[in-house]
Structures are given as C-alpha cells and as structure tokens.
T-cell receptor, first 112, second 115 residues
Framework: DAKTTQPTSMDCAEGRAANLPCNHS???????VYWYRQIHSQGPQYIIH???NNETNEMASLIITEDRKSSTLILPHATLRDTAVYYC?????????????FGQGTILTVHP | GAVVSQHPSRVICKSGTSVKIECRSL??????MFWYRQFPKQSLMLMAT?????????EQGVEKDKFLINHASLTLSTLTVTSAHPEDSSFYIC???????????FGPGTRLTVT
C-alpha cells in the first residue's frame, strides 16, 4: 500500500473551515484515498473516500489533485467536537480488499 | 452509518489468564473483520484480518497462537488473548466491512489491562 504524509498537527478556529492536507505521491491507479478520524479513546470514524473525483458528504469534502498525488480533506465549519486525530490512508477498495494501514495522522485542534 | 459494538469496553485481568473480546456488526453482515491494537500515543496497528468461515490472516510479528481469532458468523468475531502478560495491555479495536461497501466501520474499542 502507498504511504501518506500528513502534518503532525493543525489548529483551526471554531466555525472556520479546516483544510487538512495529505501527500500520497506513490499512489497506484486503483488505490483509493480514505479519511478516518479518531476522537480520544474511541474507535476511528469513517469520514469519506475517493478515487479520482472530488467527493462531498454530510461530514466533509475531499479534493483530490488531478495527478492524484495529494488530497485535502475539508471540514467546512469546524466545531469543537471535530477535535481529533485525522488519518489519511490509501488502499484498495472493493470486495476483495480493505486492509488499512494507519500512519500517525494529523492532530486537529479546534479552538473557540 | 453502520454500527459495530465491542464487549467488554474495559477489562482487567491477571497475568497468565485469557481474555475474550467480542466484536459484533449490529445492522449489516460483515464478511471481513479486522483487529487492531493501539498503544498509548501511537497509531493503530493491524493485527489480523478475518473472513467469515475462514482462518484469520495475521500480520507479520503477531503470534497467532497467542491472539486467537474466530469469525464464526457474519455478525460476530472474537479475539482471545491467551496467557496475557502486562505487555499485552493495550486498546484493542475491531472493524467490520461488508462486501458491498468500501469503508470499514470501527467498534468503540476495548481497553485491556493485565496486572
């Protein structure tokens, strides 16, 4: 599986957009980009995933560059409850795969 | 989203004893379940992958005779830590995936403390 690089930590003001970058320059053509987050002492929570196109759901937006070597997770209006470790993971999708390799992630702190 | 439960949420056991942790998918059929371990201030490390009705596939360095995994039904997987030692104290997290989706759904985790 391709590796990812994320900043160790980021801050964001409550109500503002949080933009979390991720580099995955060795991603292969059929690998997906997944984002999960983990609030302290809880299991990770799925946020969003994408292959080539930008994606949006009720939680966030995922912007993937045209060359697919990097992506950005956008939380449009961050709240204090969004404070968590955010993991960007690349891996194979579909029914036959699913193994996720977690890196160190980005600690996002949302402050009042 | 889909719901995955784990039981117990916390367990304290004595060194040398065995502990069983259950992982259940409550509203979907989990063809694949994964077991992770997380030490304090570290990321999640995948221990093993289990498919319903098949033997689990363990990651390199994980002792299959120590961490017994059973995935007997489409909604239940169990992890048994045998002959537990203090160094096995950790946060154990399971996740489940159906054959229809790409995402994994994680349980709330089980905190194991071995004294």
């Amino acid at each position: 599986d391709a590796k990812t690089t994320q900043p160790t930590s980021m801050d964001c003001a409550e109500g503002r957009a949080a933009n979390l970058p991720c580099n995955h320059s060795t991603i292969s053509g059929n690998e997906y980009v997944y984002w999960y987050r983990q609030i302290h002492s809880q299991g990770p929570q799925y946020i969003i995933h994408g292959l080539k196109n930008n994606e949006t759901n009720e939680m966030a937006s995922l912007i993937i560059t045209e060359d697919r070597k990097s992506s950005t997770l956008i939380l449009p209006h961050a709240t204090l409850r969004d404070t968590a470790v955010y993991y960007c993971i690349v891996g194979f999708g579909g029914t036959s795969y699913g193994k996720l390799t977690f890196g160190q992630g980005t600690i996002l702190t949302v402050h009042p | 989203g889909a719901v995955v439960s784990q039981h117990p949420s916390r367990v304290i056991c004595k060194s040398g004893t065995s502990v069983k942790i259950e992982c259940r998918s409550l509203d979907f059929q989990a063809t694949t379940m994964f077991w992770y371990r997380q030490f304090p201030k570290q990321s999640l490390m995948l221990m093993a992958t289990s498919n319903e009705g098949s033997k689990a596939t363990y990651e390199q360095g994980v002792e299959k005779d120590k961490f017994l995994i059973n995935h007997a039904s489409l909604t239940l997987s169990t992890l048994t830590v045998t002959s537990a030692h203090p160094e096995d104290s950790s946060f154990y997290i399971c996740s489940a995936k159906s054959d229809r989706g790409y995402e994994q759904y994680f349980g709330p985790g089980t905190r194991l403390t071995v004294t």
